[in-house]
């Protein structure tokens, strides 16, 4: 939790989010002259990536993904695939090994859905990517993102908002069952001279029977060096909250308004309380986009430039893949009436009446999603404005870091680093260095594994 100690706020946690696709998280930025995210499909352009974060010492890559796209009844959005803004997408499982294999210390966050696969399939990749990694993998937990087209590209039906949540428990369960419980710790003997790889007592067959899944069988891996990856989500609806309370060591929010933020922050340790756990045992990591320059002036010109390649259509795109909601085709001068969605619920929430202010029209809602994106929060100015804007946005909400959003890739980037991790370094804000091998010693400071309080050592053998 982020809290002033003597006068000084905590070192943040800071992770860069990426997709496997072009363009930033506002507008089309892949027709810049400068930018390179067009070549998502190259592997050098990911290493280099990994490294120049790696250099920084940032915490951690996360990867978002999505088996979905945006479309409206059943029909691909034109300015979707003229805009390069959700078509196309790559996986990001496969460039993992590649980005760890030239990094040491940077970890990796990688979205999977529990609506896809069988979890031991899941089970088995994460734990591997924990070994090559040296236990430096998260798995960003997801119900379904664009679940609608995801679901029907898969030939399933699209499953209820809050029956995904339910499901993604068991599949959690069927997970941590795996990695948990099929070896101890010290199964593994490695001794030549007795002709022993392993010692059959400390290795056995794991049973889970849920009401959406079952596993019989063997995890197939060793004990990796987390054993079960960094356990991370996005969502703050009520049913994510709840899900978030019993399963996250990180949740990664939306920004925007940080009186909102702040109720999504308290929610989320108010469930992990209720979960038995301690309220700062899940890190709260908000979406964020820096725009800086060395003037104010210049940062600004940056932010209308960005601007400039973000349009209505491409935003609208966007937010119907989100939410199953086409802004474009209701009346600009009325809030929204839609009040659920069986796909993702976060944006829709974000622009309903709370708290008896007046919900924002259409018009202003799709303007607001044009210019502060999918996220929420964009912080410009000059290094020393930003920093100041971080600390406010950090004092009123109480998350504990961000996610740095895209723009330009990687320019945007390169600011943050050149401009704005140095202020922040000056201001106690940002660490020099950290300590501890896996992501889950850098994000906590304690041990590899996960700790007492979380319901997972349960299936521990």
């Not at 820096?290 to 960005?306: G, L, Q, R, S």
Request: aromatic content about 8%; charged content about 20%.
């Amino acid at each position: 939790m982020s809290v002033w100690v003597d006068g000084c706020m905590n070192p943040l946690i800071l992770g860069i989010f990426q997709y496997i696709g072009p363009n930033g998280t506002i507008g089309s930025a892949w027709q810049h002259p400068s930018d390179t995210s067009a070549e998502f499909l190259s592997i050098r352009h990911w290493t280099e990536l990994a490294q120049k974060f790696e250099a920084a010492n940032l915490d951690f890559l996360f990867l978002a993904d999505s088996y979905g796209y945006p479309a409206l009844a059943g029909e691909l959005i034109e300015a979707s695939v003229r805009e390069g803004r959700g078509i196309p997408h790559g996986d990001p499982m496969p460039i993992i090994t590649a980005m760890a294999a030239v990094t040491r210390d940077l970890g990796f966050i990688l979205t999977t859905s529990t609506t896809v696969e069988p979890p031991a399939a899941n089970a088995r990749r994460f734990a591997t990517l924990d070994h090559f990694t040296d236990g430096r993998i998260g798995w960003n937990i997801v119900t379904g993102s664009s679940g609608a087209t995801a679901a029907a590209l898969m030939g399933k039906d699209l499953i209820s908002h809050d029956v995904r949540y339910d499901m993604a428990d068991e599949y959690v369960d069927v997970n941590l069952t795996l990695w948990e419980g099929s070896w101890k710790d010290d199964a593994l003997v490695l001794d030549k001279a007795a002709g022993l790889y392993a010692d059959p007592d400390k290795v056995r067959l794991v049973h889970y029977e849920g009401q959406y899944f079952r596993t019989d069988g063997l995890l197939n891996v060793p004990p990796s060096p987390q054993r079960t990856p960094l356990l991370v989500q996005a969502g703050a609806s009520g049913r994510g909250r709840q899900f978030a309370g019993r399963n996250a060591e990180a949740v990664f929010l939306a920004g925007g308004d940080p009186v909102v933020v702040a109720k999504n922050v308290a929610g989320i340790r108010e469930s992990a309380v209720a979960q038995g756990r301690d309220a700062d045992s899940i890190k709260l990591l908000v979406g964020a986009l820096f725009i800086t320059a060395p003037t104010h002036a210049e940062a600004v010109a940056k932010y209308d430039e960005m601007l400039s390649m973000s349009t209505r259509e491409g935003a609208a795109a966007i937010y119907a893949g989100n939410t199953g909601v086409d802004l474009l085709a209701l009346d600009p001068d009325k809030p929204l009436a839609q009040t659920s969605t069986e796909m993702g619920q976060s944006n829709l929430e974000r622009y309903l009446a709370k708290d008896g202010t007046p919900a924002p029209l259409v018009r202003d809602i799709l303007e607001n999603f044009r210019t502060t994106g999918i996220n929420g929060s964009v912080f410009v100015g000059t290094p020393h404005e930003v920093v100041d804007q971080i600390e406010a946005f950090v004092g009123a909400t109480g998350a504990d870091g961000f996610l740095i959003q895209p723009h330009l890739t990687p320019a945007t980037y390169d600011d943050f680093i050149d401009l704005i991790l140095p202020v922040l370094r000056e201001r106690g804000l940002a660490p020099v260095e950290h300590s501890g091998q896996t992501l889950r010693e850098r994000m906590f400071g304690a041990g590899p594994h996960l700790p007492e309080s979380h319901h997972g050592r349960a299936f521990r053998w």
